[in-house]
């Protein structure tokens, strides 16, 4: 039976011939998220991209849908794996994101480490005013909670820079040459206190929400750097006020927030020692990231039409 093939990601003529010769007898519908139908979730064998929780859900709930596998652009997962059936094939494009959102958190982390935040602010205010010493990436501590694509690009990219790198994850302590140190998630706290980078990509999950919290900003240095990439549910947002207002830790730098979007009268934005970003560090800012993602799913669509091995298969009840 030929598939039906929706794709949701933005393609142009080369992209869509790279995907068409991957299944050439399948039928393609392209859309995104804001013109894709209900019908169009239904009918779909195969969907590639994020497509609207609440079409997805409603088709589930209805048992009105065809879908077999559902490769996201993403590398989060969020609420499609507690949704989607068991006998669905989840995959996410985790190995595209870590190239931009590496280089996005050396960024703000030379921006905290120099005070470079601090001169920005003084140079809005015409204030020609020295903001004291600043600290190195050389010889510092680094501790990396999640190290898959993303958090193990950081941390290359740190080693090279002269830190000591400590990685962090669920499972699996085989550690690469750019770790100096690995453990499981258990041994959060008394890592903490050796940290002057504490940086984090985690998916969301009911064992990384506010993994970060009042007890453990109190275990962290007062000079140390927190940075999060992954998702904003893994700090508690009024406990990182909290710590960033009264001094507890030198600054922190979010990409992702709780809640996110994050209100605009919400104490977080006029924290002197927090660098805010609109969950920007990936997605499509970076060409590449771009290309990354279409690889994979091009590859991935191959596989699947000839019965191969996927890659990036989410374990539902993991989350990741």
């Not at 077999?68 to 595209?96: C, F, H, M, R």
């Not at 120099?114 to 190195?136: C, F, I, M, P, T």
Request: charged share 25%; glycine share 6%.
């Amino acid at each position: 039976m030929s598939k039906n093939i929706l794709v949701l990601i933005p393609v142009d003529k080369k992209h869509k011939k790279l995907l068409e010769e991957k299944a050439p007898s399948a039928n393609f519908t392209y859309a995104d998220g804001r013109s894709v139908s209900s019908a169009q979730i239904q009918e779909a064998h195969i969907i590639i991209g994020n497509p609207p929780l609440n079409m997805l859900k409603d088709s589930i709930s209805k048992s009105s849908i065809n879908l077999e596998w559902l490769q996201l652009q993403s590398a989060g997962v969020d609420k499609y794996a507690q949704i989607l059936p068991e006998n669905v094939i989840l995959t996410n494009a985790s190995g595209a994101y870590g190239l931009a959102i590496s280089e996005y958190m050396l960024g703000v982390l030379l921006m905290l480490l120099k005070k470079l935040h601090l001169y920005r602010d003084n140079q809005l205010g015409a204030k020609w005013a020295y903001e004291g010493q600043v600290k190195s990436i050389y010889n510092s501590t680094a501790l990396i909670i999640g190290v898959g694509d993303i958090g193990g690009e950081f941390a290359k990219k740190l080693k090279a820079l002269g830190a000591y790198t400590i990685g962090m994850r669920r499972k699996n302590l085989n550690k690469p040459d750019y770790l100096d140190e690995l453990y499981t998630m258990e041994h959060l706290s008394e890592l903490l206190p050796r940290a002057d980078i504490v940086a984090m990509s985690l998916p969301e999950t009911d064992l990384t929400k506010k993994i970060i919290n009042r007890e453990s900003l109190k275990l962290m240095k007062k000079d140390a750097v927190l940075i999060n990439v992954g998702r904003g549910s893994a700090i508690d947002t009024d406990a990182l006020c909290d710590a960033l207002e009264n001094g507890q830790i030198l600054g922190a730098a979010l990409d992702v927030t709780d809640p996110e979007p994050l209100p605009k009268d919400h104490r977080l934005w006029k924290i002197k020692n927090a660098v805010i970003t609109p969950h920007v560090s990936g997605g499509y800012s970076l060409q590449e990231t771009y290309e990354r993602i279409v690889r994979i799913c091009a590859n991935n669509l191959e596989a699947y039409v000839n019965g191969n091995k996927l890659v990036n298969v989410v374990n539902k009840s993991e989350g990741y």
